[in-house]
């Protein structure tokens, strides 16, 4: 242990005696700078004022500038490329500037200008290392893929990744003909269709770089400097080596099955259709067809196989161009900005930024809340009425932290740490410093009212009391309250630790303060934040109401609960119809459909409510009673779930004698328009602030199909006027239900468009 000790000691020691030596200073610009030190030339970027750096047409200009600075100076025999961000490399390419181009023709410009820079590094006589720390994305990966020679940080930060997929595009500087060629065709075309990313271990392993430095502690400057630093030194002194000769460039040939596998890719027809095409089967499998871009991915791939050099290079390019004006790209990359714009806070800093954090009720949610809350803040509670109610919940939070420990995301120790951290309650004699309280209890209004007294008794008069529910009015759930302004909705969605969203609900007498502050906590709890206004189900519960009181509609005019379910997701849903109503509950729909019928009539509500009541009454309650309108039991899974014969008989019960089962067509476009018409209501009616807050709201918390951007997106992709026409044709088909929205009308009649 002293001996490694030292070799470490010793290793900093060396490391700042070499910083010390003769450096250079080079190329000066906005994005970057270049200097010699020891022979090698750095050339090191750091956008200003940004925590990350992308690569947009100023930054591209620039590095190359210092790029070709270095390589046309005397002094420097190699070249390092090193951010001066400790936490970002490279985080992928501008998306605004992707999103600002009109013709196909512009965006396969931008492609080809990025693979002419990626070969100019490539091309370099000089020997190229790119020092990563950091996150490492997309165009950042693709500069380094360029490069001869590649170090990586081991710290959290460091992700290398190529996840154009996800915005519906694949990477265009290279990125797909330079992968498959360095780690091989099996291992690379996973990365690409999923942009999963890899931490430094695993991108040593993949044999995606060559070296790995481990990050350092504290010292004289704080430990991300100190680590970007050594790794600077580390860089150097490889590309001093690789100058030299006395560091052997790596021999880039794959070995193994790998190996054989990709290089009959390269030489035989068969073995290339058959890899890609066993890609594009399981592609299909996963998608319906509905995302362009993975099969992209793979042609580009392919032709890259089949005639490496530049045939892939211009498929890559001419790909690139045709998902860049495609309509999936446009709808995701509008995700892409409006998950950033709810990942700030637009109320400001609170006043008195929460500390202490105390949640009510250990059960699924409360578990989950405690859970995402543990190391964000400096003292967590969490209080049930027994210890074996606390037990319950310890080993939830726990179980989370298990599985991490698992998949080697966290270590023992922080998992221990985190547990220790976390303080169980049976009363309230610890809330005298609480600031926030969130209550996680059963839906029963008395139930709170009678919490939200005592909580307010044992605490200061700061606190602020949230509540976590789905439905109840929270105008209601206030009055309670002896603090009005104190109180507010804090939507959460099960799982907690899995889904991102948290809708945040606002009454009336809420302050811009305690707003302020709830979004505030979901921000540190890593969430997606929309601020909504109170009203029946606020937002997201009741697009869900609307959405699954016409699947329940489809049910009763012959639809089987096993179709419902593969219409949706071949429509984009990620889950079916009928097992989205057994993840919500049973119980929890007949609540929430008795709770709209009173405030909104028969509009949402197409079916009898005593089909959702009988089901009930049987028992299946959905996923949480292993019964529902599937079985959960057993070893089925996904589409082999059998239907739970005791509610099919109930569900017949209620079918529409001599009724013809609506097509899947129909099916598909009489639910999908519901939820669309139902969420331009809630904007018409202001419970939504704006368009982006609710295509962000229905695709991160209900997964509303994001192919198409949200319900708004939708709108604009699909025509307002369309939309409306089609409501109309329903609505003489169907009844009043399908009245469409008045502000989608206006939309209509003036051309408006909603994203602008």
Known sequence: MLQGFSAVRNSVRHARQFRQRICTRGLTNKHCETSVRNGVGILKF?????????????????????????????????????????????????????????????????????????????????????????????????????CHYRIALESKKTSLSLPEVMLGLLPGSGGTQRLPALIGVTKALPMMLTGAGKNAKQAKKLGLVDQVVKSLGPGLSDPKTLSRDYLEDVAVGVAKQLAEGTLPKPKRQLKGMEGKIHNLSTKTDFVRNYVCGQA??????????????????????????????????????????????????AALMNVFFGKQACEKNNYGAPIRPTQNVAVLGSGLMGAGIATVSLDKFPKVLLKDVSDTMLSKGEDQVRGVFSKKVKRKKMTQFECDRLMSSLHSEIDYSNFGDVDMVIEAVFEDINLKHKIIKEVEAATPDHCIFASNTSALPITDLAKASKRPENFIGMHYFSPVDKMPLLEIITTEATSHDTVAAAVDVGLRQKKTVIVVKDGPGFYTTRVIGALMAEAFACITEGTGPADLDKYFVKFGWPVGGATLVDEVGIDVAYKVTKYFKEVFGDRLSSADPRMIEELVESGSLGRKSNKGIFLYSGSHKGSTRPVNPEAEKILNRYRTPGQVAPSCEDVQWRTYMRSVNEAALCLQEEIIANPVDGNIGLIFGIGHCPQRGGPFQFLDTYGAQNFVDKMRDYEQKLGFRFEPAQIVVDYANSGKKFMV
């Open 46 to 146: 750091d956008t200003p004022d940004s925590k990350v750096n992308v690569l947009n047409e100023e930054f591209s200009k620039d590095v190359r500038d210092g790029f070709l600075d270095l390589a046309e100076n005397p002094q420097a025999s190699s070249i390092v490329l090193v951010s001066g961000k400790p936490e970002c490399f490279i985080a992928g390419a501008d998306i605004k500037m992707l999103s600002a181009c009109q013709t196909r023709e512009e965006i396969m410009n931008l492609a080809s200008e990025g693979q002419k820079m990626m070969q100019q590094l490539e091309d370099s006589k000089k020997p190229v290392v790119a020092a990563i720390a950091g996150s490492c994305m997309g165009g950042g990966l693709e500069v380094a893929l360029a």
């Open 280 to 329: 594009e089967k399981e592609v299909m499998k996963k998608t319906h067809g509905l995302y362009p871009a993975p099969i992209k991915i793979i042609d580009s791939v392919k032709a890259g196989l089949a005639t490496p050099g530049k045939a892939g290079y211009e498929r890559e390019c001419q790909n690139f161009g045709d998902l860049g004006v495609s309509d999936e790209s």
